[in-house]
């Protein structure tokens, strides 16, 4: 996320720090790389002046002048502008309308609407435990209102039965009835889009508000078209009664341009981020969290709650008395590699880890992808439970039978087999307290506790243990990620690649 970007930044801001005194001149120099950072990041003219007129005005304070480290106080006053410039704070989604809480979701043709429309349904029956209905509107784009019965038979959330030859005005009149009489808390209203914004499309949305009465208009915008996705918003903002913003495939836009010029130009708040194709891939979006991982301060407090949602207290349970007893066998390594996978993988979970971009060279370099803890797994399952929990047994007419099921290597085998032995003896090393029964403490979390991760304002000193990456070694333990500071070098070990 925002790669291009953080490089760029970062190599800035590296500048900056390496100096004692700053003077006005030094300043205004690493401002005018910032600018053209941004610039080249298709972040808005007007976004961009106004950003860097407000960071100079504090930049060059007697404040910055008298600090003992002036690189990093800048560092810390473009990180609150950021924050600012991207929102200030979470604004969550009003479901408190209702019931039903009608939500209209809008946006052009090929910005992910009606699989956004399926995310947001299944967020929010597994979030806030609300019973969704969802309902297409689309009846102009071949196979539109199918697509969305089946994203929604896939995630059991309930959609209106399609009609044929039904208007979009009748659709809604026909499931705002349903959602009422079938005790509906939420209804969501896949909309239809068009190549462009025209007259005939604003109509249209306009007449279905009117029936409706949406609570929530929510448009869903392709970060990646970048000022596109700006001005689309702010066209539409202009035409009807917007609250929020989707952006989809956040996770590939190396610049941002559009997440960092949106609520400056639309006024409206990004309210979610979709980072990738499976239903679970959409975040809550946090403006401060961004601003952190767009300095190469990593995102740790989305980190420790992607691992509360995903992780399986019991099965963690099972795995940690079996450690206590000095056991651990293929089938609980198993376990922690999906653990890993269900986390985002081994990128998704360096994407959040302060000090990262330093190590991007060794990451490359020793070619790290998910494929390998997805191939890890293949091995394993093709292995029988007698070899799963004895791999002495494994001899070479078993790993050749392995390799064949898994579509693997013999060689591959053998690196796993030498992963595990080394994992299990570290995992005996914790003795009675075992590793998970230490590490998925997270379950006992709360969420205020987890935000209280995040509630301080970031000092100087943390800035740059955050970009130097040595606050790895104070971030809570997570299944199958090393919480020492020597991360990379823990991480190839884990997936069976040296360095």
Known sequence: MFDTLSDRLSSVFSKLTGRGLLTEANVDDALREVRRALLEADVALEVVKDFLAKVREKAIGEEVIKSVSPGQTVIKIVNDQLTELLGSENVELNLRSGPPSIIMMVGLQGSGKTTTSAKLGNYIRNKSKLKTLMASLDVTRPAAQEQLEILGAENDIETLPIIKGQKPTEITKRACKEAKLGGFDVLILDTAGRMNVDDELMDELRSVNKIAEAHNVILVADSLTGQDAVNVADTFSKKIPLTGVILTRLDGD????????????????????????????L????????????????????????????????????????????????????????????????????????????????????????????????????????????????????????????????????????????????????????????????????KSEINKLNDSKLSEKMLSDLQNGSAGSKLPGLPGLPSSQNKLSNLLNITGRKK
């Open 254 to 281: 190396a610049r941002g341009g559009a997440a960092l010029s949106m609520r400056h130009v639309t006024g409206k708040p990004i309210l979610f981020a979709g980072i990738g194709e499976k239903i679970e891939n």
């Open 283 to 446: 975040e809550e979006f946090y403006p401060d969290r961004v601003s952190n991982r767009i300095l190469g301060m990593g995102d740790v407090v989305s980190l420790v709650e992607k691992a509360k949602e995903t992780i399986d207290a019991d099965k963690a349970n099972k795995i940690a008395k079996k450690i206590s007893k000095g056991i651990f066998d293929l089938e609980d390594m198993a376990q922690q590699l999906k653990q890993m996978s269900k986390m985002g993988g081994i990128t998704g979970i360096l994407g959040m880890l302060p000090g990262i971009n330093k190590v991007k060279k060794q990451m490359a370099e020793s070619n790290i992808n998910d494929q390998i803890i997805n191939r890890q797994i293949a091995i394993i399952s093709s292995m029988t439970p007698k070899e799963k929990r004895n791999p002495k047994i494994l001899n070479a007419s078993r790993k050749r039978r392995i390799a064949m099921g898994s579509g693997t290597e013999v060689s591959e085998i053998n690196k796993l087999i030498k992963l595990y032995r080394q994992t299990s003896d570290m995992m005996k090393k914790f003795g009675k307290k075992g590793m998970l029964d230490q590490d998925l403490g997270l379950q006992d979390m709360d």
